[in-house]
């Protein structure tokens, strides 16, 4: 269920040190740290494409959730993992061009991040209409046919761009958690753009630094971050986080499959939860803060946080170490021999089922040739 925002927003005119985030217990928003970002604060996601061209990275692809193609592939409650998603290799200019496509679409779609052809209402405000005003305007500009009917099935086929192939109007389209020293490395004024010292770290900028450049509808499923905390900087667009205390974790079913680094997810979709399935989750208490462009959330350690990406949205964020991070670690290496080794056992279980079905058929097939 959810809750107001657990803490008041942190003032503007308050100084704030790295002590000051350790201490914080609950997540905080602070508003109007980065005014200084002069450059990063223009970062919409067309830009970034346009900026990044003919670099090359893995896009996460998925089905919106409420459209046809959702409902043809997965159940309405179902959580959708990395392994549920489709990774597709493109440039960045290629991503420019799926939203030139999605702008196209724009008119006869709803304002539900969730799909074209979703029942659920939007969660969006009047504060992001600047962004979106700002990004289909520069689509307009750049792509003279943007009033131009959708390309049909056949174009998207034939124009050699992996990503036009799904529909804007079915699909969101994610690069997420991109280190800035990898996509960045050919443009260095993106590094420069971002300082955290406004957080008092000196020195640390986008080389210490992910990038998010996401579609309306693209999300992160529920989980928590075995080590360290997080700093998240909304340059763009808006997105909705929904926030549970440690201390509610039995409620959420944790689960370690599929096996992700630093990673313990939720066996629930906090969207449409399955209360027959997972009845504790009725109790759990869920608390919602929705990012604004130059909004900075914080999350402290172990909170379990479910992202869903309101407007087409770029976000970066910064990892914080702990002193507890060591620990968290050796009991993570020790995860990953136990999930290896539960992967190989099923994989032996599974030759073995193999092996005594064909030699039941052998047999069977013995019996009738006597």
Known sequence: MA??????HWPATDAILPSHLIQLKNPTIFQGKINSWDFARNWVPELICDLLGEKTTTFKVCPLWGTRTYRKQF????????????????????FRAWLGEKARTHAGSTDDPRGADSNVSSTGGDDGATACVTAQHQRDQTHEGSRDAPLTKKARLLSGNPL?????????????????????????????AIDWSVFGFPGRDGTQSTLWVGSRGACTPCHYDTYGCNLVAQLSGKKKWTLFSPEDSAKLYPSRLPYEESSVFSSINVESADLSRHPNF???????????????????????HYVQCMEDSVSVNTWLELPSDDNERVKEALVRTLVSLVTFLKC??????????????????????V
């Open 3 to 8: 809750s107001s925002f657990p803490v008041k």
């Open 75 to 94: 159940e309405e409650d179902q959580v959708l993992f990395e392994t549920d998603c489709q990774f597709v290799e493109a440039t960045f200019a290629d």
């Open 164 to 192: 036009i192939r799904y529909p804007p109007s079915q699909y969101w389209v994610y690069a997420d958690y991109k280190y800035m020293t990898e996509v960045c490395s050919d443009v260095p004024e993106l590094l420069c």
């Open 282 to 304: 009725a109790t759990a208490t869920a608390y919602e803060a929705l990012l604004s462009p130059g909004d900075v959330l914080y999350v402290p350690p172990h909170w379990w």
């Open 348 to 369: 032996i279980v599974k030759r073995a089922e193999m092996i005594v079905v064909d030699l039941l058929l052998s047999l069977c097939i013995g019996v009738h040739c």
